[in-house]
């Protein structure tokens, strides 16, 4: 059954759109389903050798729900694994990015945000992440925002931080500060809401790949207490990559309040003793870098080697239009409702 399961989680659709006509086919069910109800309360009172036959003249209308359910699925074209390899066991990779404007200091060349995504960018077409794993995208200034939930889906993963870019004017005041505090407690809450639609048991290992200069404005440290203890309680280990220089350097950026635009300038600069402690807390390790060197993309290889399950486990080889599987279940359906 688990195969089973695991089967049907990978069934995808190329042409979704066409799943728009199920309220019609919905609406005409209720209908019927509505008049067999009101014929059973309604019908006569039976006699000692009497048959009554719930479905009639309704077996038409049955037999072209059926049809049409069938129909929508198969115009939708399901999706299912072309075949499977045995691989390593996966690991749940949730990037946690600093987008503030501390992060558009440009005391590392071109600056921090673009030396994170160019680390970002690395690990995706590096060997590390592998058939199976998934990513999950977190943005984060003073508020966290989730741009891509848990996927396999490599391409749009790298779409989603592609669009990450410096803007000219943050409209939105909640980042232009950082708080790495809140992002971690968010974390937490995201995997859980997403585990609870998905109906998953979370048995793949996480781990937190957190890139940021630490330049933390927020000062709560039972807040942040709980929130690492949270993660350690979960085995979710945090890996820290320290973005820019000890020195620093000064940041100009413009923030739009009531209507007019403001210009800001601050002092921003890498903070060790901010990441460090959160990685060590959590299980994890921590790395300071200017740079997308080779160094970077070994501790991530390493991070995330080191949390990968050992046992193995079967990862689809590709997918392949599997609508005529669904046309034969349709015809036995539709069979089914007519002669019994």
Request: aromatic share 8%.
């Amino acid at each position: 059954m688990g195969f089973v399961s695991d089967l049907f989680r990978q069934l995808t659709f190329a042409e979704p759109s066409y799943f728009v006509l199920w309220p019609t086919v919905v609406m005409i069910g209720l209908a019927v389903a509505s008049a067999l109800v009101a014929k059973r309360l309604l019908r006569p009172k039976a006699s000692r050798h009497s048959r009554y036959r719930i479905f009639h003249k309704e077996l038409p209308w049955l037999a072209a729900i059926i049809i049409a359910a069938g129909q929508i699925v198969i115009l939708a074209r399901p999706q299912l694994p072309a075949g499977f390899k045995i691989a390593k066991a996966p690991v749940d990779i949730i990037v946690a990015w600093d987008d503030s404007p501390s992060m558009t200091a440009k005391d590392v060349r071109p600056n921090r945000l673009e030396v994170a995504k160019s680390i970002i960018f690395s690990m995706i077409s590096s060997d590390s992440v592998q058939t199976g794993d998934r990513m999950m995208l977190i943005l984060f200034g003073r508020d966290a925002r989730s741009r891509m939930p848990l996927s396999s889906d490599k391409k749009d993963f790298v779409t989603k931080v592609a669009e990450v870019v410096v803007p000219g004017i943050y409209y939105d005041d909640a980042s232009t500060d950082t708080s790495i505090v809140t992002v971690l407690s968010f974390i937490p809450q995201v995997l859980d809401a997403q585990d609870k639609f998905e109906h998953n048991s979370s048995a793949s290992r996480r781990i937190v790949i957190l890139l940021s200069d630490g330049d933390d404005d927020a000062k709560v440290p039972v807040r942040m207490n709980l929130a690492l203890q949270e993660l350690h309680s979960r085995h979710i280990p945090v890996y820290c990559i320290g973005v820019g220089t000890v020195t620093g350097a000064q940041v100009k950026f413009k923030v739009a309040v009531d209507k007019q635009i403001l210009e800001f300038e601050d002092r921003t600069q890498l903070r060790p003793e901010v990441l460090v402690p959160i990685a060590q807390v959590t299980g994890g390790r921590s790395m300071m870098t200017e740079s997308d060197k080779p160094a970077v993309q070994s501790f991530l290889a390493n991070a995330i080697e080191s949390n990968r399950p050992v046992m193995p486990h079967l990862v689809p080889t590709g997918s392949k239009d599997s609508w005529w599987e669904f046309s034969v279940a349709l015809l036995v359906l539709s069979f089914l409702a007519l002669v019994l």
